[in-house]
């Protein structure tokens, strides 16, 4: 498989809002180009509308979020590259804590769409008129509410990336693992787990029918992996020169527990009393209490009077089967190798080939036949109206600065520009036949219709997107019926 880029001109109007300006004018996002104003898509929103039509037309599922005090972010103990095509294609960052955190940089590189034509101060009307009348008809006292838009008709440029070296593949490090060959799970330990048990805890409702955990008159409300603890059950402590607060639950709340040490080689057993704590690192303050999160939802034993709180990361891995002991992990035809790395493990995920390839074909189709989109309600098009793509040695977007238009009057349609400063780089990063697709809206130049039949000659151009997709190293023959 072979990287590629792919730059597309579209037709668009105002897909992506941004503030209000004067408390009822909805703006949209714009950029001074060479003196003039243009309006944009930012590359956010191309990733929602291009996701969100790999969902509807290849049932591509939402990937699982978490929510980490005020950060809501992928859940990747959830979901993986494996299991999720969104995590594999989009990457992301999951924050674990104390400033670590694991990232995916996305394989699918995306630019803004930015507008080939000038805006002009364009600008609507609006107004609820309909629910007006209805209101105003069942003798309910209403009033219009109007507001304005700025509005921006017009052709856009748009280039996409795909790393085929990056896609399907994705590593972690680790602080241990361990696999259950009986029930076929791999765990993985992200951060060692640490735990506090509170002793003499009594469950109960207060006036607003909410759970609530008490000792004493200290309370401790939990919403799934959110608490909001009593000030009065922890301590404050400051360490390091930046002198960064944290927080532990104060010992004479804590359950004793029997532990058992000593050297091994000795195989001598010397019991004595612990008391397990946690270290929290981030949180917020709110009058009498703490708040922050937790990794998994605190477990309350009644019989017991006791709540066990627990921060640490794990990840459990289910249908998993061991092929090299220690080393090499097969699940559903993907792999996953585990390496040492120092006193920690990398662990490497591999999509098998044939997913990945559907994923990348998948991602391909979607572009070139159009995404989904709509803004402030309104329908709207991203669907290619000209496209000039190649597999290439570096996944840039070789064509995206050389592209333009140049509207030709008589035929109220445009031209093509710079496809021959595309066609220099021939001997550079391309790594096969370019391919080219126009339509009666958008035409190359003359011109270069001579260079191009010239070229499909030399075999170094194609308008066959079967024969690109087997350039790029992805066209099978289930595939090649689908196009």
């Known amino acids: 498989m072979k990287n590629i880029t ?19 004018i909805l703006s ?94 364009d600008m609507a009307f609006y107004c609820n008129h309909d629910l007006v009348n209805r209101g105003t008809k069942q003798g309910l006292d209403v009033r219009p509410n109007p507001f304005n838009k700025e509005e921006h008709l017009s052709l856009y440029k748009l280039s996409f990336t ?48 909410n759970v609530v955990y008490k000792i004493g008159d200290k309370e401790i409300y939990i919403e799934g992996k959110i608490l909001k603890v009593s000030k009065d059950l922890m301590e404050s402590s400051k360490k390091g020169k930046e002198r960064e607060a944290s927080l532990k ?29 946690i270290e929290v690192k981030e949180f917020k303050e709110e009058e009498n209490f703490y708040i922050f999160s937790v990794s998994k939802e605190p477990i309350y034993e009644e019989d017991k009077k ?12 289910e249908n998993v089967e061991e092929v090299k002991k220690d080393e090499e992990y097969k699940v559903n035809g993907s792999l996953i190798k585990i390496e040492k790395a120092g006193d920690k493990f ?33 329908a709207n098009t991203i669907i290619p109206l000209f496209i000039i793509a190649a597999p290439v040695k570096v996944p840039s977007p070789i064509f995206h600065p050389h592209i333009d238009i140049e509207e030709i009057k008589e035929t109220k349609s445009y031209k093509v520009k710079g496809i021959s400063d595309c066609l220099k780089n021939e001997n550079g990063w391309i790594a096969g036949k370019i391919y080219i697709f126009e339509t009666e809206k958008i035409k190359c130049e003359l ?16 308008t066959n997107w079967n024969e690109f997709l ?11 019926q689908k196009s």
């Not at 979020?65 to 494996?82: A, R, S, Y």
């Not at 098998?352 to 990348?360: N, P």
């Not at 087997?470 to 090649?480: A, H, I, R, V, Y």
Request: neutral net charge; hydrophobic residues 30%.
């Open 6 to 24: 792919l730059t597309i001109i579209f037709e668009g109007s105002a897909l992506n809002r941004d503030e209000k300006v004067g408390g009822n």
């Open 306 to 317: 006791q709540l066990k709180i627990e921060i640490g990361l794990q990840k459990i891995i």
């Open 162 to 209: 795909i790393d085929a070296e990056r896609f399907g593949k994705d590593e972690w490090v680790v602080e241990g693992y361990n696999y259950d060959s009986s029930n076929k799970k791999l765990f993985l330990t992200i951060q060692t787990p640490k735990y506090a048990i509170l002793k003499d805890v009594e469950k109960e409702e207060d006036e607003k029918e």
């Open 346 to 378: 990398k662990v490497i995920f591999e999509v098998s080939k044939d997913e990945k390839k559907k994923r990348i074909y998948e991602i391909l189709t979607v572009i070139k036949d159009g995404l989904y989109a709509q803004s402030s309600g309104e």
């Open 28 to 121: 949209i996002k714009k950029l001074q180009i060479g003196g003039k104003t243009v309006s944009f898509i930012g590359k956010t929103a191309i990733r929602h509308y291009l996701f969100s039509t790999l969902n509807k037309a290849f049932g591509w599922e939402e990937a699982k979020v978490t929510g980490q005090g005020e950060v809501v972010q992928f859940d990747i103990t959830k979901d993986d590259i494996l299991t999720s095509p969104e995590l594999d294609a989009f990457g992301y960052m999951y924050t674990i804590g104390d400033q670590m955190s694991i990232t995916r940089k996305a394989p699918i590189g995306i630019t803004k769409a930015v507008a080939l034509t000038e805006w002009n101060g």
């Open 249 to 277: 639950f104060k010992s004479n709340y804590l359950k004793e527990e029997e532990s058992q040490e000593g050297p091994q080689e000795n195989k001598k057993k010397k019991k004595g009393k612990k008391k397990s704590n």
């Open 447 to 462: 011109k270069i219709k001579e260079i191009i039949e010239e070229l499909q000659k030399k075999q170094k151009i194609t």
């Open 470 to 480: 087997k350039e790029c190293g992805l066209s099978n023959e289930e595939q090649e």
